[in-house]
């Protein structure tokens, strides 16, 4: 059983469009991260949650941390062609002394 | 920002061969380094978890005496693929935590990833 659902796994968009990729845990996490990766690269972060309930935001990306700290989203408003990734959640259970990853969603925006 | 440098990032070695991975931490220390194997447009997946000064933790399934880990300084870990074949061909990554620093709650600050190709 994966620890951190992440839906969907791919997703195909036109230019202008808004989309939300999805983590969702049965577990409470001290953290959560997402993070963005190109291809023949390493993941960069995007953004640390710490907080239920807590809203970040970057430019046009929003990161929400549910109230139990159970799960996350990410919506992405009026993508772009330079959005195209792979998309990461990652958790940190407290004491785990390591990150659950989500299977990832690989974002592809049309122009 | 914490920078994470991996090298090589991209080697090609014939069957039966060895290949030594190194991760360096460049403006941080990091007493936690990580080894990750990944196919292509997967997930991460988790190979080790490497402690300056001890043994690796290896997770389940991963074969200790192929996939050699060291950590001998708080800056530096190495990966040694020992006696390769086709099937260890894949992309790894490493990555190095400040929580030493920053505590559980840090992020990972990954390297740029190898591309191993075993022939």
């Known amino acids: 059983t994966q620890l951190l659902e992440q839906s969907p796994q791919f997703l195909s968009i036109q230019e202008g469009e808004n989309l939300t990729v999805y983590c969702n845990s049965s577990?409470?996490?001290?953290?959560l991260q997402w993070y963005r990766q190109e291809p023949g690269e390493g993941p960069v972060l995007l953004v640390t949650?710490?907080?239920?309930?807590e809203v970040k935001k970057l430019k046009r990306l929003t990161f929400q941390f549910g109230d139990a700290r159970k799960d996350s989203s990410l919506h992405i408003t009026a993508a772009q062609p330079g959005d195209t990734g792979l998309y990461l959640c990652?958790?940190?259970?407290?004491?785990?002394?390591?990150?659950?990853f989500g299977d990832g969603t690989t974002l592809t925006v049309k122009p | 920002g914490a920078v994470v440098s991996q090298h090589p990032s991209w080697v090609i070695c014939k069957s039966g061969t060895s290949v030594k991975i190194e991760c360096r931490s460049l403006?941080?220390?990091?007493?936690?380094m990580f080894w990750y194997r990944q196919f292509p447009k997967q997930s991460l997946m988790l190979m080790a978890t490497?402690?300056?000064?001890?043994?690796?933790?290896?997770e389940q399934g991963v074969e200790k005496d192929k996939f050699l880990i060291n950590h001998a300084s708080l800056t530096l870990s190495t990966l040694t693929v020992t006696s390769a074949h086709p099937e260890d061909s894949s992309f790894y990554i490493c990555?190095?935590?400040?929580?030493?620093?920053?505590?559980?709650?840090?992020?990972?600050?990954f390297g740029n990833g190898t591309r191993l190709t075993v022939t």
């Open positions: 990555s190095a935590s400040s929580w030493n620093t920053g505590g559980m709650g840090s992020p990972l600050h």
């Open positions: 577990s409470v996490f001290s953290s």
């Open positions: 949650v710490v907080t239920g309930g």
């Open positions: 990652a958790g940190v259970r407290t004491n785990a002394g390591k990150s659950t």
């Open positions: 403006d941080f220390q990091a007493t936690t």
């Open positions: 490497s402690n300056e000064g001890s043994k690796a933790t290896y």
